[in-house]
């Protein structure tokens, strides 16, 4: 029987059919080094329906809490909760390796063979992306910014980034989180002169655009750069 009144509430509690409420109390009077309390909060967390989620870690901590505190049942509890943890870490341990064995033996017979995984997604092509900037989809417009820009499957090419992402932040609405995006890396290359020469007033109107959009980034930078060329 725990030693607190908060605990023994909790037991009360627990009687009345609400583990829940035994558990808060269990808690609160394990905190008050109520070493029964640890205990019996320990094994609520040991399986379903007890008030909480079960968590094995947790139990460890609050059995080990009550037997820190002098509590022999808890001091137990640690003892069976180490044994069957450490059992079932050597089963997993076991199944790894054979399962390891297994995929190295298959692995061996089909390197001549490698398959293709059907879920894996499709590579990002140029000519996918161009086409897809022509019939108005923002993200692709700017995918082909980000390949001009990197020279990542198309000839680096600062001034034609800044040409698609202008594309998609042109055709994007106004709630269009990629258009939002692209009207930001377009803002970033008018301010910086990277690509394009450097435009301030043009770099404050994408950023605004951007900023409507909701990305805070912008809005931040649009404040940046107003009071540049309030100056």
Do not use: W
């Not at 205990?39 to 009550?66: C, H, I, W």
């Not at 298959?106 to 001549?112: G, L, P, S, T, V």
């Amino acid at each position: 029987m725990p030693g607190t009144e908060i605990g023994i509430a909790g037991v009360e509690a627990e009687e009345a059919g609400d583990p829940a409420r035994a558990a808060d109390l269990y808690r609160q009077a394990c905190g008050m080094d109520d070493a029964a309390a640890c205990a019996l909060l320990g094994s609520k967390y040991t399986r379903e329906g007890r008030g909480v989620e079960p968590d094995m870690n947790r139990a460890l901590e609050y059995f080990q809490r009550g037997c820190d505190l002098g509590n022999a049942v808890a001091c137990d509890a640690v003892r069976q909760v180490e044994a069957h943890r450490a059992s079932a870490e050597a089963e997993v341990e076991a199944e790894s390796t054979a399962a390891a064995i297994t995929a190295a033996e298959a692995a061996a017979e089909d390197a001549a063979e490698p398959e293709v995984d059907p879920s894996a997604p499709a590579p990002i092509t140029f000519d996918d992306m161009r086409q897809g900037c022509d019939d108005g989809v923002a993200i692709d417009c700017l995918t082909l910014g980000h390949m001009y820009r990197d020279g990542n499957g198309a000839p680096q090419d600062g001034n034609r980034a800044v040409a698609m992402y202008r594309t998609a932040c042109d055709i994007s609405k106004s709630d269009d989180q990629f258009g939002s995006y692209a009207c930001h890396f377009a803002a970033a290359a008018y301010e910086s002169g990277e690509g394009v020469p450097q435009d301030l007033a043009r770099a404050l109107l994408l950023y605004q655009k951007s900023c409507k959009a909701g990305n805070d980034d912008s809005c931040e930078q649009a404040r940046v750069v107003q009071l540049a060329t309030e100056k």
